[in-house]
């Protein structure tokens, strides 16, 4: 009895809840023998992927650890250019005569079937197995005309674009957003579009100055790089938004001056909307604009580095910036009596928030009275 596969393609970019679901209909509704999912370097309807080749390829791996019936296979990815379909199949009919090959589809690409390189001749090739997408938006005359199956399956009505966007995270396997935040992917989508040109590099000259600080003490290098490139990560929000989330979470925030509600809006956005579980790097996004009593290594990382990043140019940050280097913690106190200086200059005593001053008097003060 010949061996049924299903050849399930696409750029998963990243995979996502209805991949693995549609993975899992083809083995237990569809009786195939094994599944191979199959990346493509570059979808020929697309002009660039937003993660790399090894990054998709983890999150394949991350999303079908336990699925023994599933092969990932590299024909597609390895070439590393843009990717055909016919191609493909060509060359697994031709290396696997005794195997009996269908062909994985979702219903949101038959408006671009009959676009696929060397149509006439794929169509005779293989048998294609249709799963619908949204039942709403199908293209019955394609189905029709080529006799497609059409299959239902557990259906979340995810996408790749949604997950990027951030949308309908808590519907996304857990192990792939904990590789996406953590190895920060996605952030054109994510952040650059979300702010001014001047914000998002400061954001990621954040991130790398928190990196280079982190690895003068010895602290973990990619949490500080996350914490700093994110840190700023609500700061181009509307008011209305900004007040929406620290009221979900926390309304006596709202008394703080608002030059200071986008570090708490951005904590509680990861947490939210991220689906963010590390308290520290949550912690370090809240704390980065005027301090806290409690301030962890990673707190004043990117308190620091926010103040001294590369791009600024204020009188005196050449001086500071070498203290952080030489001492995080005299770095942190020195920028903190800084920016509560500057902010009495600028809004008056009565204008700077508790929770500078807060701050302010447990650090600075009590290192004024040491000396």
């Known amino acids: ?5 299903a050849i399930f393609g696409g750029t998963f970019d990243p995979i996502h809840t209805d991949h693995v679901n549609i993975i899992k209909a083809c083995k237990y509704n569809l009786d195939f023998d094994e599944i191979w999912v199959l990346p493509a370097y570059v979808n020929p309807f697309k002009t660039v992927s937003t993660s790399s080749v090894s990054q998709r390829l983890e999150m394949i791996d991350l999303a079908v650890k336990h699925l023994d019936y599933v092969k990932v296979k590299k024909f597609e990815i390895r ?17 696997y005569p ?18 696929w390189d060397h149509f ?29 199956e059409t299959f239902e399956f557990d259906n979340n009505y995810l996408s790749s674009t949604k997950i990027r966007n951030l949308k309908e995270l808590n519907l996304q396997i857990k192990t792939v957003n904990d590789y996406i935040n953590n190895s920060l992917l996605y952030l ?33 290098l990619q949490k500080a790089l996350i914490a700093g490139t994110l840190h700023d990560i609500a700061k181009r929000w509307s008011e209305q938004e900004t007040i929406e989330i620290i009221s979900q979470y926390d309304k006596t925030l709202l008394s703080e001056p608002k030059p200071v509600w986008h570090s708490f809006a951005g904590a509680f956005h990861l947490k939210r909307d991220w689906l963010f579980n590390d308290k520290e790097i949550i912690n370090a996004v809240f704390k ?9 290594t990673l707190d004043m990382i990117v308190f620091c580095a926010d103040k001294v990043s590369s791009e600024r140019t204020y009188q005196g940050v050449d001086k500071l910036r070498t203290l952080v280097y030489k ?45």
Not at 98 to 115: A, P, T, W
């Open 288 to 296: 980065h604009t005027v301090g806290d009593r409690e301030m962890s």
């Open 188 to 220: 054109y989508e994510r952040l650059e579009t979300k702010m001014d040109e001047e914000r998002y590099f400061h954001s990621l000259n954040v991130g790398q100055e928190a990196l280079k600080i982190a690895h003068l003490n010895n602290y973990d």
């Open 98 to 115: 005794n195997f009996d090959f269908s062909f994985i589809m979702g219903s949101d690409q038959l408006d671009s079937f009959e676009k």
């Open 120 to 148: 006439e001749n794929l169509i005779k090739l293989i048998k294609f197995k249709v799963f619908i997408r949204d039942c709403n938006h199908i293209n019955n005359k394609i189905i029709e005309k080529y006799n497609l």
């Open 1 to 5: 009895m010949m061996k049924k596969i």
């Open 327 to 371: 001492d995080l913690k005299l770095g942190f106190i020195a920028l903190l009596k800084n920016q509560y200086d500057l902010s009495i200059k600028t809004h008056g005593i009565e204008n700077i928030g508790k929770k500078l001053i807060d701050a302010y008097n447990f650090w600075v003060r009590e290192e004024l009275k040491s000396e």
């Open 79 to 95: 070439k590393t250019v843009r990717s055909y379909t016919y191609d493909t199949i060509l060359h697994y009919i031709k290396n």
